[in-house]
């Protein structure tokens, strides 16, 4: 049965509850953003903020975040480049299990976060993904919760990334994320695009995750490609 009452923490914040969660959650399907729903979780759970990957070995996995571009980064490049090493350290990843990852000897977390990062696979049909959560230091984090959040974000995920991509998505893209392919066919970096466009690097990088997932695209040069061959740019 789901909560339906306020509840308050310790410190007298009041907290969502289980049934506004899934409630919310079920409402952000309608957003044209998949990182609607995840802040909502990232809300419910406590945390600070979250990075959706893909599971799947690919090197471009990030598929929406909002940590620091500097720790992202500095993630994917340790996942990148010394891919098995990383990969040993990481928890038993069961389904739905969350688990927890010391990341002191990966990269240096930054103060307002805790060194702690939580774990969270989810399954959604054949594809596989993790959400990597990070908290403030001091957090409580119920595991009932991220339990919860796993089996509600495992259906957001699979309405825009797993059932969008099935149905070949072709929603267009507005004139901003038009003008940011246009320069990544050009070659440019987010950096580059950030300077000549005049917004900042994570908006850059925001547009670009958003271009991918209306294209069903895992990387840059194939939502290039794919805006080739459907005569958008």
């Given at each position: 049965m789901l909560e339906d009452t306020t509840t308050i923490d310790d410190l007298g914040v009041e907290v969502m509850t289980r049934g506004d969660f899934?409630?919310?959650?079920?409402?952000?399907?309608?957003s044209d953003h998949i990182s609607d729903g995840l802040?909502?979780?990232c809300k419910f759970i406590s945390s600070s903020a979250y990075l959706l990957v893909r599971d799947d070995g690919s090197d471009n996995f990030v598929i929406s975040s909002n940590w620091p571009y500097d720790l992202a980064k500095?993630?994917?490049q340790a996942i990148v480049s010394e891919r098995?090493?990383?990969?040993?350290?990481?928890p038993p990843k069961s389904a739905f299990e969350p688990a927890f990852l010391?990341?002191?000897e990966l990269f240096r977390i930054p103060k307002q976060f805790a060194n702690q990062i939580c774990v969270l696979p989810i399954t959604c049909g054949e594809q596989k993904f993790i959400i990597l959560f990070l908290f403030e230091p001091g957090t409580s984090i119920a595991q009932e919760r991220l339990r919860d959040a796993a089996l509600a974000c495992s259906y957001h995920i699979a309405e825009f990334v797993?059932?969008?991509?099935?149905?070949g998505n072709q929603?267009?893209?507005t004139?901003?994320?038009?003008?940011c392919l246009s320069w990544i066919a050009k070659g440019k970096t987010s950096d580059e695009i950030a300077l000549i466009i005049g917004i900042s690097r994570n908006t850059v990088n925001n547009y670009i995750t958003s271009i991918m997932n209306k294209t069903a695209t895992k990387s840059r040069a194939e939502a290039v490609a794919e805006a080739v061959r459907g005569q958008l740019i």
């Amino acid at each position: 049965m789901l909560e339906d009452t306020t509840t308050i923490d310790d410190l007298g914040v009041e907290v969502m509850t289980r049934g506004d969660f899934f409630e919310q959650i079920c409402e952000s399907a309608n957003s044209d953003h998949i990182s609607d729903g995840l802040e909502i979780a990232c809300k419910f759970i406590s945390s600070s903020a979250y990075l959706l990957v893909r599971d799947d070995g690919s090197d471009n996995f990030v598929i929406s975040s909002n940590w620091p571009y500097d720790l992202a980064k500095a993630l994917g490049q340790a996942i990148v480049s010394e891919r098995a090493d990383v990969t040993e350290r990481l928890p038993p990843k069961s389904a739905f299990e969350p688990a927890f990852l010391d990341a002191g000897e990966l990269f240096r977390i930054p103060k307002q976060f805790a060194n702690q990062i939580c774990v969270l696979p989810i399954t959604c049909g054949e594809q596989k993904f993790i959400i990597l959560f990070l908290f403030e230091p001091g957090t409580s984090i119920a595991q009932e919760r991220l339990r919860d959040a796993a089996l509600a974000c495992s259906y957001h995920i699979a309405e825009f990334v797993v059932s969008k991509s099935a149905e070949g998505n072709q929603a267009e893209l507005t004139d901003r994320e038009m003008e940011c392919l246009s320069w990544i066919a050009k070659g440019k970096t987010s950096d580059e695009i950030a300077l000549i466009i005049g917004i900042s690097r994570n908006t850059v990088n925001n547009y670009i995750t958003s271009i991918m997932n209306k294209t069903a695209t895992k990387s840059r040069a194939e939502a290039v490609a794919e805006a080739v061959r459907g005569q958008l740019i």
